[in-house]
Nanobody, 118 residues
Framework: VQLQASGGGLVQAGGSLRLSCAAS????????MGWFRQAPGKEREFVAH????????LYADSGKGRFTISRDNAKTTVYLQMNSLKPEDTAVYYC????????????WGQGTEVTVSS
């Protein structure tokens, strides 16, 4: 599985961005697709995930109420809609995939940079 993230950019605080993660290869129904981010000088952190089958989601507290993760099965693409962005959301965002809910994330995209100016 290969993942290609896109959609990052520079936005003012309060603005919105939609990140996309296009997956190529075989995506099985058990897969879980996730978004992570890494801010300068900080460790990578979980943002959200979505189960490929059923579409159940989970969010980190930092994004609850502002971020929405979704998927398009036909396009094998996962999205992260980010609203009400804050300067502390500035980071490189990575999409990732794991085979099952209990496995480690096996596949990672290259990252897309999000900068939120105050």
């Amino acid at each position: 599985v290969q993942l290609q993230a896109s959609g990052g950019g520079l936005v003012q605080a309060g603005g919105s961005l939609r990140l996309s993660c296009a997956a190529s290869g075989r995506i099985f129904s058990t897969y879980v697709m996730g978004w992570f981010r890494q801010a300068p000088g900080k460790e990578r952190e979980f943002v959200a995930h979505i189960r490929w089958s059923g579409g159940s989601t989970l969010y980190a507290d930092s994004g609850k109420g502002r971020f929405t993760i979704s998927r398009d099965n036909a396009k094998t693409t996962v999205y992260l809609q980010m609203n009400s962005l804050k300067p502390e959301d500035t980071a490189v965002y990575y999409c990732a995939a794991k085979r099952t809910a209990i496995s480690q994330y096996d596949y990672w995209g290259q990252g897309t940079e999000v900068t939120v100016s105050s």
